[in-house]
């Protein structure tokens, strides 16, 4: 293009960012053919004169905020003096420009013929032509955004013009007509309340509202947690991000989750994603504030307003196809336990959608770990699993919240697990309803388990790990050393400990037992020869909160552990058992998967599925933590088993008070020495169980012998925790001075 004629179209509104632009062009030795607006009417005239050579260059002054700490971002001080350091007004225009040019930053897009926005214009150009004209305008705008990214950081790429976008669409409008034929509906009324959800769903994102809210939560983190980030994953997402859209879908263990991960993303420069929140956190101030920055409120449940389900297809596929990042938590809250929790994979489905609609060429999901050694807001959470009752969000909820995140408490980790095509899982006949149902069911999977692979083992969780162990009972620092010991190279072997050096040493576990004994999970009895710890009474669930978040690690050593008390040849046939009696607590892949896994524990065991003495194999292993693992869960299946069948078959099970109920009598179970530890007496694992028992068809009533299978299944469950018992009484006969118990 050297040689050609230049057209300087110019984005500014004041004197002086006109008189700026002057400069620069004066600085650069530019004699534009003529300088215009960005404005299509006052275009669309000197365009038609134009040859198809001249060059079109976009320029417009971008207002940066005032440099504080290496950071140019908008701060709480500048809202208060009732301004925008991005968009100032005239007068202080003037002031910045004059005081601090450093602020005020011309920026100059990237060029284009005026032949080649023809060319992309598409249809033919004669004359004066207003669409022309405004077609050019937009170009320049949005060559403009960009060119000022580059400046500003991709974090503030912002969508604009959404639901006039999605709304002037022609595949919204075809949708609109076909919904409104099927429900029998006005086409303008089917439009209209189509319209008004889009606008209480889209997320209308600012710079400003980004800065602000940033500002607003980041210490409800940055003062509790030193976070530690997997940078290289983030470099490859960095790389796929620039052909794709990306959908991070992280584990759910604290309100801090999206707070944190905003942060890491904003850090290393990704844009702002839009992150799906329920309509719990809608409460003023947070709420408006929010939504301008990048959090879509979104019900919790659609049930069967299909105009609401339509609104949310088209402003996923708008995001997706304009390639801006989404978030979401497919556990569809928090979790209680510690653990991930099932997946939802509802709105998945939407996103699934854009990409069999071509309306995307694809997607990747990202899989990402967010663990914590230690949270304040776990009380609470275990507080729910004895019957509490879930505190309501709101301006006080949320001053408590940041008061409480005001002192150090550990360490946080983020890891990204490997990115997953949704083009590449989906089948390629989406008609087939059920095979693009199993699909989403398989991805959700394969999400799950890239974070739990991800997914680091702290030294909260190993330490309660070792004292959960031992019922009532305390530990000495050499016990917990000891115990911990061989788990550790168990797990250093396999490239998963995150702790570093943190429990190689007395002083590194003396700290870990020190945090947890000031956050009231462990006391310290220092009146005798030494100290000895253990879990601290009532605290049982929020140590097994801490240890949970590792506990899927340690799945198929505990199960290899079990099946070594069968028979050779019942090993198998007890390991698929085990595997479904804890199908709704851990994620299991297919069943060759499943069996290479167990073999490889076994090996490690020094014993295979023919061993023939399984309990001397055990005997002599290097330590044994099926007991550690898994009898909380068995222990929780066998109440529920038990309560159902003591329940008559004919009649219906009610399940709060069912659950009620199995904490009641669990808490009985537990005094009376039929349950190793109150861990189990959660209303979640409550709650899995029952599930499992629906699965199997043992809570709809029924007859007779609806009694009998109900019975099966608690003599099923009776023979599992005797099963993990013998584990705990073998452990306890060999390592009698770990534990300080004889056998």
Known sequence: MAGSPVVVVVDAVTVVERGLVKEWMAQEELEPAAVLPVRGAALAQPLAGLDDDTVIAPVRVAWLPR??????????ADVATLSNPRHPSAAAQARIARREPDRAVVVVAEAATVGDLR?????????????????????????????????????YKVPKHIVEAVDGSPEFRREIRELAARLELPEAEVAEKAAADLHGLVASMSPMAVDLLSGVLRPL??????????????????????????????????????LLLADVLADHDFPRNHVLGGDNLRFWPLGPLAKRAGIVFIRRSFGDDEIYKLAVREYFAFLLSKRFNMEWYMEGGRSRT???????????????????????????????????????EVTAMAAEQVGAPKKGEGLAWLARYAKAQLSPIGSAYVRFADPISLKGALPADSADEKARRLALQKVAFEVAVGINRVTPVVATALVTLALLGVRDRALTLGQVRRVLEPVQAY????????????????????????ALAQSKVVTTYT?????????????????????????HHFVDRAIAEVVLLSAPVDRWEHALTLRDLLKFEFFFPDRDTYREGLTAELARLGASWDSADGEATLAGAD???????????????????????????????VEKEFLDECGGVGQQMLLQGRLHGPES?????????????????????????????????ARQLRGAVARVTRIDEIDAAVRREVVGVEP
């Open 67 to 76: 440099e504080r700490n290496g950071q140019r971002r908008v701060r709480w």
């Open 119 to 155: 060319r992309r214009y598409g249809r033919r150009v004669v004359g004066v032509d207003t669409g022309f004209a405004e077609f050019v305008a937009r170009q320049a705008g949005l060559a403009l955004e960009r060119a000022e990214r580059v400046l500003v950081g991709d974090r």
């Open 221 to 258: 983190h940055s003062r509790a947690w030193d976070v530690h980030v997997d940078e290289s994953g983030l470099e490859k997402l960095r790389e796929l991000n620039k052909r794709h859209a990306l959908v991070f879908l992280p584990s759910h263990r604290s309100y801090t989750d999206p």
């Open 338 to 376: 510690g653990k991930l929790r099932p997946p939802r994979y509802g709105l998945l489905a939407n996103v699934a959608e854009a990409v069999e609609q071509s309306r995307t060429e694809d997607v990747y999901l990202v899989p990402v770990s967010i663990t914590y050694d230690q949270l304040r």
């Open 491 to 514: 797990l250093e072997k396999r490239g998963l400990v995150a702790s570093g050096d943190a429990l190689h040493n007395d002083a590194g576990v003396r700290r870990v037992l020190a």
């Open 527 to 551: 009146g005798g020869e030494e100290p000895v710890y253990s879990i601290e009474r009532g605290q049982h669930l929020i140590a097994a909160f801490y240890r949970n978040s590792a506990i």
């Open 623 to 653: 330590f044994l933590i099926a007991h550690r693992v898994l009898r909380s869960f068995v222990d929780a299946q066998l109440v529920v088993a038990l309560r159902l069948a003591a329940h008559d078959p004919r009649t219906p099970v």
């Open 681 to 713: 007496l959660s209303r979640e694992l409550f709650a899995s169980a029952l599930k499992l028992a629906a699965n199997r068809d043992l809570v709809d009533p029924g007859r007779d012998e609806l009694a009998e299978r109900r019975e099966v299944f």
